[in-house]
């Protein structure tokens, strides 16, 4: 059976579609990834069929009903009786849905996030816009998949709609990378992800004041970059802070190890954060680093379960809480991470996406 998925990115760096395609395609499934040219087109290989649509427009409000458009045209004309949508996000949703309704196909939608409680939207026009279009569309799903146990609640109570499937977002398990032997002359503190509002990063630059002997690694690219480039030189931070840049996943692994503390320390501007269990946290977990998080419900949930790492309730407790975790040490934590990695792997996740799709195929 052919599964044709879309989502609104370059395709590059996002690992939870690769990890979705992966698993239906070793599954048997004849899978199609369609993407944009949004972030440029970088050179990349993959096991099954991709495209990216080119995109003209350069802004995002225009882009968005561009890309929609023009995937329609492209999904009408790949599909048939034997095709899944796989429609990611709320902004590949309506193309999605208009040609499941007219081919009689179905159509699963994957949530990564609640796109219409994102920080970045909250309090504008365009919030109106993507809530219609989702109060429009949600309630009249049959199957959908989201990456937390708190947003398939938000999702159920908030449509009365059946619980979508929960398939978390966590890397392949590996084998305990860590030598103990080695050890960092400055502590590392590590960030991976989007350089985005709301992101606790200017609430942790300021806070590398107070932490002696370490370096703060920033490893992502995004719309606060420079901002925060320029708040690390004014106030003197250049030698601690670190913008590392976006890197392949190989990559950021390798420099995610060397790490002795990860933070996801997001603020709780939007229902989306709050309810947020991100990628970045069993990044970290699988790499056996220790993790500051905020303690919002999924990632607090980490810490009380396996005691990995320390949360924080507000952002003046970043230093008190990360100097904790960095003067027990990586060993300190050995086997917590090593009981957490076990349970946060992909390998535990594949399983709920096979069985939505083998009941979507009878």
């Not at 208009?98 to 699963?108: A, T």
């Not at 991470?337 to 535990?348: Q, T, V």
Request: proline fraction near 5%; glycine fraction near 6%; aromatic fraction near 10%.
């Amino acid at each position: 059976m052919k599964v044709l998925v879309s989502v609104f990115n370059n395709l590059f760096t996002d690992q939870r579609v690769e990890k979705v395609c992966r698993t239906l395609s070793e599954n048997g499934y004849e899978i199609e990834l369609i993407g944009n040219s949004w972030g440029g087109l970088p050179e990349m290989s993959r096991p099954y069929l991709f495209s990216r649509i080119p995109l003209k427009s350069q802004s995002l409000k225009l882009a968005y009903p561009e890309f929609n458009w023009k995937l329609y045209k492209i999904l009408l004309n790949k599909a048939d009786r034997n095709t899944i949508l796989l429609s990611n996000d709320l902004d590949t949703l309506l193309a999605n849905y208009l040609v499941s309704k007219k081919l009689g196909i179905p159509l699963v939608f994957d949530s990564h996030e609640i796109f219409t409680e994102m920080p970045a939207i909250n309090g504008r026009f365009t919030q109106r816009i993507w809530r219609s279009l989702e109060q429009f569309i949600v309630p009249k799903l049959e199957f959908m998949m989201t990456a937390s146990e708190s947003y398939a609640d938000w999702f159920e109570g908030t449509y009365g709609i059946k619980r979508p499937t929960v398939v978390q977002n966590f890397p392949a398990g590996i084998e305990n990378p860590q030598n103990y032997s080695e050890i960092n002359q400055k502590k590392i503190i590590l960030y991976q992800g989007v350089i985005n509002p709301s992101r606790g990063l200017d609430k942790m630059i300021p806070a590398m004041k107070d932490m002696e002997n370490t370096e703060f690694w920033i490893c992502g690219d995004g719309p606060r970059k420079d901002e925060y480039l320029a708040l690390s030189k004014s106030l003197g931070m250049e030698e601690k802070v670190k913008f590392l840049g976006k890197l392949l996943p190989e990559k950021l692994r390798e420099i995610t190890k060397k790490a002795d503390v990860g933070l996801s320390i997001e603020e709780n501007n939007g229902l989306s954060y709050f309810y947020s269990m991100p990628n970045k946290v069993s990044d970290y977990i699988q790499s056996r680093i220790p993790v500051v998080v905020s303690n919002f419900p999924q990632m607090g949930k980490i810490i009380d379960r396996f005691q990995a790492g320390e949360k924080i309730n507000h952002h003046d407790e970043l230093a008190e809480k990360i100097n904790i975790v960095l003067e027990n040490g990586k060993k300190f934590y050995e086997h917590a991470l090593n009981k957490a990695s076990e349970e946060l792997c992909w390998e535990k996740e594949e399983p709920k996406i096979i069985s939505l799709f083998k009941k979507i195929k009878k």
